[in-house]
């Protein structure tokens, strides 16, 4: 059983250009959470995704970042228009289904690290 | 709103040492208590959870006690190796919802 795969793991663009970070949970999780590490600091929740819905999307900021999770195929996070504030590694993590949720750990990726330059 | 507060890093020891992190946290109802452990370069791991009061979560030789009373769910270890090196997030989750994390502890061993 494959853990959580993202992709890529390392991420060079040019301020202005667009980041595309995927994530494909583990075989049966429908749960998908996005969190940005930036240099030396904690997990900051960005955005939780159930199978074509956003549930919580409260750490998202307001411009230049989206995420969706389609019926079929991984999580996408996109960064359009990229600053170097957004240098910083995105992980993505999967849970089971709702039902046994509370009581059941996040399987973390490897993370992306996204470097603009 | 909840929220996980943990001892600020980096905190370094000889090995062999014995180990304590500390963590409070804030939230409404019984929420889980976890912490995830992430080595240079990687993602997080788990290393233990607790899901209601007085339960101890316990892996590779780490402890921590879910405290309703004092609110807390502190990390041990009893003799810590340099392979322990690493930072250390706890965290918490209350609802069908996201998991919320400490700002990380560094972890440093000596030989």
């Known amino acids: 059983n494959a853990g959580v795969m993202q992709n890529p793991r390392h991420l060079v663009r040019r301020r202005g250009q667009e980041a595309r970070l995927r994530c494909s949970p583990m075989k049966g999780h429908s749960h998908v959470y996005w969190y940005r590490q930036l240099p030396e600091e904690g997990l900051k929740f960005m955005v939780y995704l159930q199978k074509e819905n956003i549930i919580d999307e409260s750490g998202m900021p307001k411009e230049r970042f989206s995420a969706e999770f389609p019926k079929e195929g991984p999580s996408i996070l996109r960064i359009q228009q990229v600053v170097r504030g957004d240098s910083a590694a995105y992980f993505c993590a999967s849970s089971p289904p709702t039902g046994r949720t509370l009581n059941t750990e996040a399987f973390f990726g490897q993370g992306t690290r996204l470097t603009v330059v | 709103g909840n929220s996980v507060t943990q001892m600020e890093g980096p905190v370094t020891l000889s090995e062999e040492a014995f180990l304590t992190i500390n963590c409070t946290y804030t939230?409404?109802?019984?929420?889980?208590l976890f912490w995830y452990v992430q080595y240079p370069g990687e993602g997080l791991q788990l290393l233990l959870k607790?899901?209601?009061?007085?339960d101890k979560g316990s892996n590779k030789g780490f402890e921590a006690t879910y405290r309703k009373e004092t609110t807390s769910f502190h990390l041990e270890k009893g003799s810590v190796q340099v392979s322990d090196s690493a930072v250390y997030f706890c965290?918490?989750?209350?609802?069908?919802?996201?998991?919320?994390f400490g700002s990380g502890t560094r972890l440093s061993i000596r030989p």
């Open positions: 965290a918490l989750r209350s609802s069908a919802s996201k998991i919320i």
């Open positions: 939230a409404t109802g019984y929420p889980s």
């Open positions: 607790a899901t209601k009061a007085d």
